[in-house]
């Protein structure tokens, strides 16, 4: 009989067996779990902190705005354009395209979509190619600010880690505000908020049911869904169509609503459209590049406030350019204006000149045209170059002599007289016959009216009686009285002589309307200000505008000066009852002077009331002369600038 095996003996006989196997799976086991562990280790290796989000400054650029803080004139911007807005600013509909466009799950998942990605797998089997993504916004946002688009399992594996860390610090709406910050809409845009003022010119805020659908659409692959060709915008409009349908699906828009937006025909603004008051932008540019610098303003969100009031701007603009189409038949080229508020020396209005754009004259510049033979040159901002003023300059010296006791009432000779006094006083000699320079200045009409009031030498611009007053008053009393009024190009005192009353100093428009704001302000002079304030990206206040205000000529100084200017009758024998200067409306509101260089190369118009003063100059860029003085070719120009503004603004009688 045989004999019958232990049970036990067996099963230790056959685990013996066993264990070097279950040993050597173990160790497998051990070191799969050791190398995935290492791997892990390798793939998260200085993997970056969700808290960079908090910690760190989103670079988005700096707008200058016009002083209503809403007209966006032009955007400082690095490589990418963006502008931070809370979500509380960004339209629902925006939020809910983007969700229903990107990830319909959103609300519900940790960070990473398991579902989503199990039916992206099936989806891309059945295709047999990769179709579908699976990356929810959180994955995205991760991807867009930490990350690369590199499809790498180390990518991934960061990607998905770091969204389930982020969404277990952060609200979903905090994660949605990010995004809607960061993720790229194409060429430099950056930012929900800056796509919807670059392609419709409004804040996301604002965005209507198609509109949001599109953006939201364009996310997807900004390049292939572009607007602005033909056959991309198509499909843009196809992606947008399904968008629409999962906002319905979802239940945030019912489905008569995503019929009519399909039907609502998509206006994308024209990119690359022209900068709002392109020379002031360039003047207050230079300035905070020179104050801040180039890198910190495309990349620290400033706004910049400035104090151009955008409705007086645009009618400044169409002012000049209608205008100028008529100046061929005076043979200029070109004009400018400015206008300020001399209570508070704000810049109000620049056009530096008549198309800044474009070459709108048959002798404008090219790029290959030599500056000094130039007619027209359109960047170049005719109100802060350097340009003789003419007798514009006059009521500077006259203030200064009012200063020093004379009077309106005081009579001086019109009467041919040499400065030179080693120059024969009949004014015959010439400089190549006695090798001096003589100097006998005639009157504008060539006649000589002998004994004569300031007020009727100076309302009528008699030059003789101007000279006389400037040699009494002194060329360096001048200068300083002019440098106290703002004017800042006249510094090398030994340049100039008795013809500085003539204009025979160069000067910027911008400053001489600023001089003329100090008669507007009854003696009290305002700095320029052409920035009412900056703030930072967070609503601190970097810089505001100057408001302290200084007394530079008597309040009697001024009046006078003021009577003068505005007297109608007075001017009336030079420049006739009905002349440009005359606004018969606001007779006792307007003061007005005009200049004209020698061989008429510059005409000037400056006029103001107590609320505005406006500086207007006619002539060429290369010193070409006209053919008329500023009263034919400046002032009717300055006229009908004054004739539209002065309704909108308060009536107030100079003080004279």
Same mark, same amino acid.
Not at 409 to 424: A, G, H, S, V, Y
Not at 439 to 461: C, E, M, T, V, W
């Given at each position: 009989?045989?004999?019958?095996?232990?049970?036990?003996?067996?099963?230790?006989?056959?685990?013996?067996?066993?264990?070097?196997?279950?040993?050597?799976?173990?160790?497998?086991?051990?070191?799969?779990?050791?190398?995935?562990?290492?791997?892990?280790?390798?793939?998260?290796?200085?993997?970056?902190?969700?808290?960079?989000?908090?910690?760190?400054?989103?670079?988005?650029?700096?707008?200058?705005?016009?002083?209503?803080?809403?007209?966006?004139?032009?955007?400082?911007?690095?490589?990418?354009?963006?502008?931070?807005?809370?979500?509380?600013?960004?339209?629902?509909?925006?939020?809910?395209?983007?969700?229903?466009?990107?990830?319909?799950?959103?609300?519900?998942?940790?960070?990473? &979509?398991?579902?989503?990605?199990?039916?992206?797998?099936?989806?891309?089997?059945?295709?047999?190619?990769?179709? %579908?993504?699976?990356?929810?916004?959180?994955?995205?946002?991760?991807?867009?600010?930490?990350?690369?688009?590199?499809?790498?399992?180390?990518?991934?594996?960061?990607?998905?880690?770091?969204?389930?860390?982020?969404?277990?610090?952060?609200?979903?709406?905090?994660?949605?505000?990010?995004?809607? @910050?960061?993720?790229?809409?194409?060429?430099?845009?950056?930012?929900?908020?800056?796509?919807?003022?670059?392609?419709?010119?409004?804040?996301?805020?604002?965005?209507?049911?198609?509109? #949001?659908?599109?953006?939201? #659409?364009?996310?997807?692959?900004?390049?292939?869904?572009?607007?602005?060709?033909?056959?991309?915008?198509?499909?843009?409009?196809?992606?947008?169509?399904?968008?629409?349908?999962?906002?319905?699906?979802?239940?945030? =828009?019912?489905?008569?609503?995503?019929? #009519?937006?399909?039907?609502?025909?998509?206006?994308?603004?024209?990119?690359?459209?022209?900068?709002?008051?392109?020379?002031?932008?360039?003047?207050?540019?230079?300035?905070?590049?020179?104050?801040?610098?180039?890198?910190?303003?495309?990349?620290?969100?400033?706004?910049?406030?400035?104090?151009?009031?955008? &409705?007086?701007?645009?009618?400044?603009?169409?002012?000049?350019?209608?205008?100028?189409?008529?100046?061929?038949?005076?043979?200029?080229?070109?004009?400018?204006?400015?206008?300020?508020? +001399?209570?508070?020396?704000?810049?109000?209005?620049?056009?530096?000149?008549?198309?800044?754009?474009?070459?709108?004259?048959?002798?404008?510049?090219? +790029?290959?045209?030599?500056?000094?033979?130039?007619?027209?040159?359109?960047?170049?901002?005719?109100?802060?170059?350097?340009? %003789?003023?003419?007798?514009?300059?006059?009521?500077?010296?006259?203030?200064?002599?009012?200063?020093?006791?004379?009077?309106?009432?005081?009579?001086?000779?019109?009467?041919?007289?040499?400065?030179?006094?080693?120059?024969?006083?009949?004014?015959?000699?010439?400089?190549?016959?006695?090798?001096?320079?003589?100097?006998?200045?005639?009157?504008?009409?060539?006649?000589?009216?002998?004994?004569?009031?300031?007020?009727?030498?100076?309302?009528?611009?008699?030059?003789?009686?101007?000279?006389?007053?400037?040699?009494?008053?002194?060329?360096?009393?001048?200068?300083?009285?002019?440098?106290?009024?703002?004017?800042?190009?006249?510094?090398?005192?030994?340049?100039?002589?008795?013809?500085?009353?003539?204009?025979?100093?160069?000067?910027?428009?911008?400053?001489?309307?600023?001089?003329?704001?100090?008669?507007?302000?009854?003696?009290?002079?305002?700095?320029?200000?052409?920035?009412?304030?900056?703030?930072?990206?967070?609503?601190?206040?970097?810089?505001?505008?100057?408001?302290?205000?200084?007394?530079?000529?008597?309040?009697?100084?001024?009046?006078?000066?003021?009577? =003068?200017?505005?007297? @109608?009758?007075?001017?009336?024998?030079?420049?006739?009852?009905?002349?440009?200067?005359?606004?018969?409306?606001?007779?006792?509101?307007?003061?007005?002077?005009?200049?004209?260089?020698?061989?008429?190369?510059?005409?000037?118009?400056?006029?103001?009331?107590?609320?505005?003063?406006?500086?207007?100059?006619?002539?060429?860029?290369?010193?070409?002369?006209?053919?008329?003085?500023?009263?034919?070719?400046?002032?009717?120009?300055?006229?009908?600038?004054?004739?539209?503004?002065?309704?909108?603004?308060?009536?107030?009688?100079?003080?004279?």
């Amino acid at each position: 009989m045989p004999k019958v095996k232990n049970p036990k003996n067996v099963y230790k006989s056959r685990a013996r067996a066993l264990w070097p196997i279950l040993r050597f799976l173990g160790i497998l086991l051990v070191l799969a779990i050791a190398g995935a562990s290492i791997t892990l280790l390798f793939l998260l290796k200085d993997l970056p902190r969700p808290e960079k989000f908090t910690e760190s400054e989103i670079a988005q650029s700096s707008k200058l705005y016009a002083r209503d803080g809403k007209t966006v004139l032009y955007e400082i911007a690095g490589d990418e354009k963006r502008t931070l807005v809370p979500l509380s600013q960004i339209s629902s509909l925006m939020q809910q395209a983007i969700v229903a466009a990107e990830d319909q799950s959103f609300y519900q998942h940790r960070g990473v &979509d398991l579902k989503g990605i199990a039916r992206a797998i099936l989806y891309d089997l059945k295709l047999q190619e990769r179709a %579908q993504g699976a990356s929810t916004i959180s994955q995205q946002l991760i991807r867009n600010y930490f990350l690369t688009a590199n499809k790498t399992i180390k990518r991934k594996t960061r990607e998905a880690v770091l969204a389930l860390e982020m969404e277990r610090r952060y609200s979903k709406e905090q994660i949605l505000e990010w995004y809607l @910050n960061l993720v790229p809409f194409g060429s430099n845009i950056y930012g929900v908020e800056e796509a919807s003022r670059t392609f419709f010119d409004k804040s996301a805020a604002d965005l209507s049911l198609p509109q #949001a659908a599109a953006l939201a #659409a364009l996310i997807k692959s900004p390049s292939s869904l572009w607007p602005y060709a033909t056959t991309t915008k198509e499909e843009l409009i196809g992606r947008q169509q399904y968008v629409l349908n999962q906002m319905a699906k979802q239940g945030v =828009i019912t489905e008569e609503e995503a019929a #009519a937006a399909k039907e609502e025909s998509l206006e994308f603004l024209p990119l690359n459209h022209p900068i709002k008051a392109p020379h002031f932008v360039m003047f207050v540019r230079n300035y905070l590049y020179q104050k801040y610098g180039e890198e910190f303003l495309s990349s620290s969100g400033l706004k910049i406030i400035t104090s151009l009031d955008i &409705d007086m701007q645009e009618a400044a603009e169409t002012e000049v350019s209608n205008y100028s189409k008529g100046l061929a038949g005076y043979r200029a080229n070109n004009a400018g204006l400015v206008a300020l508020d +001399p209570k508070t020396g704000e810049i109000l209005a620049m056009v530096g000149s008549k198309d800044y754009f474009g070459v709108s004259s048959p002798n404008g510049c090219s +790029p290959d045209t030599p500056s000094k033979t130039c007619r027209f040159d359109p960047q170049v901002n005719v109100t802060i170059s350097l340009r %003789q003023p003419g007798s514009a300059f006059k009521p500077i010296v006259y203030a200064t002599a009012f200063e020093m006791g004379y009077s309106p009432d005081t009579i001086l000779q019109d009467t041919l007289t040499e400065f030179n006094p080693n120059c024969p006083p009949d004014g015959s000699a010439e400089k190549d016959r006695y090798g001096l320079d003589c100097y006998h200045p005639n009157n504008y009409d060539g006649l000589f009216k002998g004994p004569i009031s300031i007020r009727s030498a100076l309302a009528q611009s008699r030059n003789v009686p101007a000279v006389k007053t400037l040699q009494f008053v002194g060329v360096a009393n001048a200068l300083e009285k002019a440098k106290e009024m703002g004017i800042t190009t006249l510094n090398d005192t030994s340049r100039y002589g008795l013809a500085l009353v003539l204009g025979g100093g160069e000067v910027k428009l911008l400053e001489m309307a600023g001089a003329y704001g100090t008669f507007a302000r009854d003696g009290m002079r305002t700095p320029l200000n052409f920035i009412l304030k900056i703030e930072d990206a967070k609503g601190d206040i970097l810089e505001k505008a100057k408001t302290g205000s200084l007394r530079i000529i008597s309040s009697q100084s001024s009046r006078e000066i003021n009577s =003068i200017l505005s007297d @109608n009758a007075a001017r009336t024998p030079m420049f006739g009852a009905n002349s440009s200067l005359y606004l018969a409306d606001y007779a006792d509101e307007v003061a007005v002077k005009t200049g004209t260089t020698q061989n008429d190369r510059d005409a000037w118009t400056i006029g103001y009331t107590p609320n505005i003063v406006v500086g207007v100059w006619v002539g060429n860029n290369d010193n070409t002369s006209m053919t008329q003085s500023s009263v034919m070719v400046a002032s009717p120009l300055w006229r009908n600038f004054m004739l539209k503004i002065l309704p909108r603004l308060p009536r107030e009688p100079l003080k004279i």
